[in-house]
């Protein structure tokens, strides 16, 4: 009887990331735990200046009329089966309608995401690793185009901001990261993961630490966040994070 409880016990623990992705579309990870898995696919070490990027980003010009939340860069990489991770010339970021209903059928020109932040050991790291991750549960993609999206949603008194403006939606990619980089004085911001096909909610958190990060099998699940406020209404708020998405594409 002891040995079988053993060997229960062992099964239990040995269920990886993939195994958890496979079975529920999604997986959420703690930031502590991210970033030690991250340390062990590379270097993390020049992260302060890479997080302090965020404070010189640039305003989405294809917002509606007079809205102001959203400031964002962009930048677009190719990634092998290698895993030689290389910067794509700068371009447009381009949605299908069907995935995108305010923004979709439109090239829509970033700012680019500064040339040493893109070049960092610490993005270079949080590429490689998704990689890997994503390659074990599609070990028949080739190379990947790869998006980074930098991210800050503002949020004031009266004046919530709208991390996803385009509500449950798919990114129309195969994969996507979103990792926390810092939340300053604003609540809510709950992330709800959705069936295809009945929009049935499969689970919901809210990223609250610097390195919590969700991914998402995006070919399986929608995903929608809430708006964000300020906690203390006499200052501003924010929410910081980085988007990485995966799409695999022929050599």
């Known amino acids: 009887m002891q040995r079988q409880a053993s060997r229960r016990i062992r099964e239990v623990v040995v269920i990886t990331l993939p195994d958890t992705i496979r079975e529920q579309g999604f997986s959420f990870i703690a930031g502590e735990t991210f970033r030690r898995d991250l340390g062990e696919v590379g270097s993390l070490e020049d992260w302060p200046g890479v997080a302090a990027s965020w404070n010189d980003l640039d305003l989405d010009c294809y917002l509606p009329e007079?809205?102001?939340d959203r400031r964002r860069r962009f930048a677009v990489y190719s990634v092998d089966r290698d895993g030689r991770v290389e910067r794509l010339p700068h371009q447009p970021h381009y949605q299908p309608a069907q995935y995108?209903?305010?923004f979709g059928g439109v090239d829509r020109w970033f700012a680019p995401v500064a040339p040493?932040?893109?070049?960092?050991?610490?993005?270079?790291?949080?590429?490689r690793y998704c990689d890997r991750l994503f390659r074990s549960l599609a070990p028949t993609a080739d190379s990947w185009r790869v998006e980074t999206h930098q991210f800050r949603i503002e949020a004031r008194a009266g004046a919530p901001g709208q991390p996803t403006p385009e509500g449950v939606h798919r990114d129309g990619v195969d994969f996507v990261l979103v990792l926390?980089?810092?939340?300053?004085?604003?609540v809510s911001g709950e992330t709800t993961v959705y069936d295809l096909a009945s929009r049935r909610p499969l689970g919901s958190f809210t990223l609250t630490n610097p390195f919590d990060a969700a991914l998402v099998d995006d070919a399986r699940v929608a995903h929608g966040v809430t708006p964000v406020s300020p906690l203390d209404p006499s200052r501003p708020g924010h929410r910081d994070v980085l988007v990485v998405t995966f799409r695999s594409v022929a050599s």
């Open 66 to 68: 007079g809205a102001r």
């Open 100 to 102: 995108n209903v305010l």
């Open 116 to 127: 040493e932040v893109g070049a960092s050991a610490a993005i270079t790291t949080i590429l």
């Open 180 to 186: 926390l980089v810092e939340r300053v004085n604003i």
